[in-house]
C-alpha cells in the first residue's frame, strides 16, 4: 500500500494533468481567443463611443462602473464557453468511456475540469479589467485609479467562481453539450434575474439569497450616486445587496453547486 | 368679511409669484428682493446673502453644518423694523421639507450667520433657507427673502479589500481540500471495510 504522501503526490499531479489538458482543449477550440477578444473589445466600446459622439463621464469612478456593468454578461457567456460542455461533452462524445475507467480518482478528474474552467474565465474578466484599468488612467489620470476597482476585481471573481460552478453543475446534469450550456447560460443571463426583479418590484422583497442580485456588487462597490427622474432629492432608491452577505451568498453558490455537480458525475454511469 | 379674505388670498399669490420671479432672476443678489414684498413699496436692503455648507462633497453619515447669512444694511435692528411685527428664517430641505426654524435678529448695518446642522444622507439634496414676516394684522406669514443650494453626499464606502480575498481563500481552500480528502479518507478503517 503507497503512503499517505505519496497518495496526495499523485492525486495533485493528476489534478494537473486534468487541468492542462482541458486548458489545452480550450486553446484548441479557439473559445479563448474569442472571449479575450470579447474581454477588450466590450470596454473598448465605453472608450470610443463617448471620445467620438459625446462626452466621458465626470469622475473615474463613475467611467469604470459604467464600463463593468457589462463584466457580469461576460463572466456568463466566458462561463458557459469553458463550463458548460465539460462534464456532458464527455457523456456525449463518449469519451468518457476511456477516461473515467483510467485509476485516476474521479474527484480529481471533476476538480480538474472545474479549475480548467475556471482559469480562462477569471483570465477574461482580468483582461477586461486590465482594459478598463488602461482607459481610466488614459483619461483621468493614474492618480484616478483607487482601490475601489481592486475591490470590484476581487468580487469579479468570487462572482465568476459561482458562475462557472452553476454552469458546471448543469453540465453534470444533462446529456447533451448544447443544453447544458444554453441552461448554464439562460439561468444566469435570464431565469436568475427574472426571479430577482419580481422578487425586488412585484413581491418588494429583496432577494439576497440569489446569485446574480449579489453580482450587483461588481459596480456597487463604486458608491456612483445614481439619481433617476432628475430633480434634486429625486432620488429612485432599490434594494441594494449586502457586501458581505452577498459574497457569502457567491460562495455557497460555488461550493454547492460545485461539489452537486461532481457527485452527480461520479454517481452518473456512461450508456 | 370674504372680500377681505378674497383679498389676502390676492395679495399673497402675487407676492409669492413676484418672489419666485425675482428669485430666478437676482439670484446673485437676492437682498434686493425685498424692496418687491414691502407693502409700502419702501426699499429695505435686508435678505439672505449667502447658503453655504461646511464640506463640498460630504460622505453620508456625516454632520454637515449650512450656514446661512443674513444681512441687514438698513439703520435699524432687523427685529424692530416698523411694519414687521417678527422676523424668522426657515431652513427647508426637499426631503424633510420644513428641516429648521429660527427666529433672528440682525443689527443695523450688519451681517449675522446662522448655523443649521444636518447629518448628511446619500443622494443630490436642495436646501432652501426663507426669511419670512409676519404680519400681525392680517395673521399671517409671508415669504421674504431666499436663496437655494445644492448639495451631493457621496455614499458611504462599500466594503473593503480583505473580504472578498478571504472568500476567494475559502473556495480555493475548500476545493484543495478536496482534491487531498480521498487519500485521507480511504485510510479511515470503517470506510474501508464498507468499500469491500
Sequence with gaps: ?271 | MRCKYYFVVLIVVGMMMLSSTLLCSFQAEPSKMIEQDVPDEEVIDVGISNLTFSKEKPREGENVTIFVTVMNNESMDLGELTFIDKVNITLMHFEDFLFAWENITVGANSSKTFEFTWQATSGMHSFTAVMFFEIQLLNMSLPWSSRSAILEVDPEPIGNLYFPVAMLLVVFGIVGAAILAPAFFERIPYLQQKRR
Design chain 1, 1 to 271: 500500500m503507497k503512503s499517505i504522501r505519496d497518495d496526495i503526490a499523485e492525486d495533485l499531479y493528476n489534478t494537473w494533468l486534468t487541468i492542462s489538458f482541458e486548458l489545452k482543449n480550450h486553446f484548441r477550440r479557439k473559445r479563448v481567443i474569442i472571449s479575450f477578444s470579447l474581454a477588450v473589445i466590450l470596454p473598448l466600446i465605453f472608450y470610443v463611443v463617448p471620445k467620438i459622439w459625446a462626452e466621458f463621464p465626470d469622475s473615474a469612478d463613475e467611467f469604470a462602473s459604467l464600463s463593468l456593468s457589462f463584466v457580469n454578461l461576460l463572466i456568463i457567456i466566458a462561463g458557459s464557453l469553458f463550463a458548460g460542455d465539460v462534464i456532458s461533452g464527455e457523456f456525449e462524445e463518449k469519451t468518457g468511456l476511456l477516461l473515467f475507467p483510467t485509476p485516476q480518482r474521479h474527484m480529481t478528474i471533476f476538480i480538474g475540469k472545474y479549475i480548467g474552467a475556471l482559469i480562462p474565465t477569471m483570465m477574461v474578466v482580468s483582461i477586461y479589467y486590465l482594459t478598463t484599468s488602461v482607459e481610466v488612467i488614459g483619461i483621468y489620470g493614474t492618480g484616478a485609479l483607487n482601490h475601489n476597482m481592486a475591490k470590484s476585481f476581487l468580487v469579479a471573481l468570487v462572482y465568476t467562481t459561482s458562475a462557472v460552478s452553476v454552469v458546471f453543475f448543469f453540465s453534470s446534469l444533462l446529456q447533451r453539450k448544447i443544453t447544458s450550456m444554453l441552461l448554464g447560460f439562460f439561468s444566469l443571463m435570464m431565469i436568475l434575474p427574472v426571479i430577482s426583479n419580481v422578487l425586488q418590484f412585484i413581491v418588494e422583497v429583496e432577494p439576497w439569497y440569489i446569485v446574480t442580485y449579489s453580482a450587483g456588487l461588481i459596480t456597487d462597490v463604486f458608491a456612483v450616486t445614481m439619481t433617476i427622474g432628475g430633480g434634486p432629492g429625486g432620488q429612485f432608491l432599490l434594494f441594494t445587496p449586502d457586501f458581505h452577505l452577498g459574497l457569502v451568498v457567491m460562495v455557497v453558490y460555488t461550493l454547492v453547486f460545485l461539489f452537486l455537480g461532481i457527485l452527480i458525475s461520479i454517481k452518473r454511469r456512461m450508456r
